[in-house]
């Protein structure tokens, strides 16, 4: 059974950080591209940021260009995303997706709450 499993959310105030993790099992990690999607309330789920298997290509959205970084380490199974000056906007729920040729799959979040 294939379980991608988020950590590292919570409560911080703007200008601050968080690095999340999402750890993979039941599947070849290395194959499979992973992303970070969120979805704030009221507002589709968008993408945020994306590496490839082996980590020689990422893509972010442009509102976290500069502040966010998205790293793996295959040897863990795991994705991360480094966000630094957090802002409230980036408030949402944070979803790993990873996804090698048609076989895809979510976790099922992290809450990420920027606020004073």
């Known amino acids: 059974q294939v379980q991608l499993v988020e950590s590292g959310g919570g409560l911080v105030q703007p200008g601050e950080s968080l690095r999340l993790s999402c750890k993979g099992s039941?599947?070849?990690?290395?194959?499979?591209?992973m992303r970070w999607y969120r979805q704030a309330p009221g507002k589709e789920r968008e993408l945020v940021a994306g590496i490839s298997s082996a980590a020689d290509s990422t893509n972010y959205v442009d509102s976290v260009k500069g502040r966010f970084t998205v790293s793996r380490d295959n040897t863990r199974n795991t994705v991360y995303l480094q966000m630094n000056s957090l802002h409230r906007e980036d408030t949402a729920v944070y979803y790993c997706?990873?996804?090698?040729?048609?076989?895809?799959?979510w976790g099922r979040g992290t809450q990420v709450t920027v606020s004073s």
């Open positions: 039941g599947l070849t990690f290395s194959l499979y591209d």
């Open positions: 997706y990873a996804k090698f040729r048609t076989l895809e799959y």
